[in-house]
């Protein structure tokens, strides 16, 4: 049974340049997250997608967004990269009864520098 | 949501000892989670105690959750190099939108041979 994956692992990008990162959840799960952690700190949630709509957003700007596919599979999208976006960014997948409040599993990130 | 603070920010021991680590939070809660994440890596999932729980065993982990306090503990016994890592206690309150994690800084647990 695959846990959550994401691809690519590393990624090298220059200011103002766009990237996607994307993320397969566990066999079974429909509902994907994604959060930033930047180092020596806690992820921070960035939103979540169930049945293919952002259900809920943290506090990132409209530069951030996203996409689930009929696969339950998501992707991240960071529009005009800041120095500041530099982060690992891990994708969370878990079986999405509204607030439920049940484990998440995580996938291994995507770390993600700019320059 | 509500973010749990974990106490202390930083734990050292040797090797085979038993390491606690505390976790306070503010408001009410429907569940509280620990994670673990080593070298800035993914997380995973070590425990989920829920609100009418006292106390959970798992290995070598065992949580306690005093909802009265608003705290809880995590105790890993008899500590291995292994258990080197980041550890976050997540509580959860499904009022605050319930599959939104929401993080601290953690503890950082270093064991030495």
């Known amino acids: 049974d695959a846990g959550v994956t994401q691809s690519p692992t590393h990624l090298i990008k220059t200011r103002g340049q766009q990237v996607t990162l994307r993320c397969s959840p566990k066999?079974?799960?429909?509902?994907v997250s994604w959060y930033q952690q930047a180092l020596g700190q806690g992820p921070q949630f960035i939103f979540q997608?169930?049945?293919?709509?952002e259900r809920q957003r943290g506090n990132f700007p409209d530069r951030f967004s996203g996409h689930q596919f009929p696969n339950y599979s998501s992707e991240l999208n960071v529009n005009a990269l800041l120095l500041g976006d530099s982060a690992l960014y891990l994708c969370a997948s878990s079986l999405g009864s509204w607030g439920d409040g049940e484990t998440q599993y995580f996938g291994p990130g995507t770390r993600l520098l700019v320059l | 949501s509500q973010q749990g603070e974990e106490d202390p920010q930083a734990l050292s021991i040797q090797e085979g000892e038993n390491a606690t680590m505390n976790c306070s939070y503010k408001t009410s809660i429907n569940n509280l989670q620990w994670y673990r994440q080593n070298s800035g890596r993914g997380l995973v999932h070590l425990i989920l105690i829920r609100s009418n729980e006292r106390e959970k065993h798992s290995g070598r982990l065992r949580v306690t959750l005093d909802t009265s306090k608003k705290s809880s503990s995590l105790l890993i016994t008899a500590s291995r190099a292994a258990d080197t890592a980041s550890y976050f206690c997540v509580p959860v309150s499904i009022w605050g939108g319930g599959n939104k994690l929401t993080f601290g800084t953690g503890t950082q647990l270093k064991v030495e041979l």
């Open positions: 066999s079974g799960h429909d509902t």
């Open positions: 997608y169930y049945e293919e709509e």
